[in-house]
């Protein structure tokens, strides 16, 4: 699941199976929020683990890359809900 800021206010921005769909969300202008299913293991075991990912652009400001550190907390709590 992909969520982006939309102004103040962060929203879903999509979901999918392919990590290639999430690489090309992040662009230089994007602040986004990926939480990725990573399936791991050998032949006999095979478990999920989940990863959060923040990607914020180079051309995103010193102000929205400070509020985003600050997001990340609350976005971490409605995923693992």
Do not use: H
Request: charged share 25%; net charge positive.
């Amino acid at each position: 699941a992909v969520f982006k800021y939309e102004g103040s206010m962060i929203v879903p921005a999509g979901q999918g199976t392919d990590y290639e769909d999430f690489k090309r969300m992040c662009t230089d202008d994007a602040r986004l929020f990926g939480f990725v299913r990573i399936t791991m293991g050998d032949a006999m075991s095979k478990r999920a683990k989940f990863t959060l990912i923040t990607w914020i652009g180079e051309n995103i400001s010193g102000l929205q890359r400070a509020k985003i550190s600050t997001d990340k907390a609350m976005v971490k709590d409605i995923v693992q809900v």
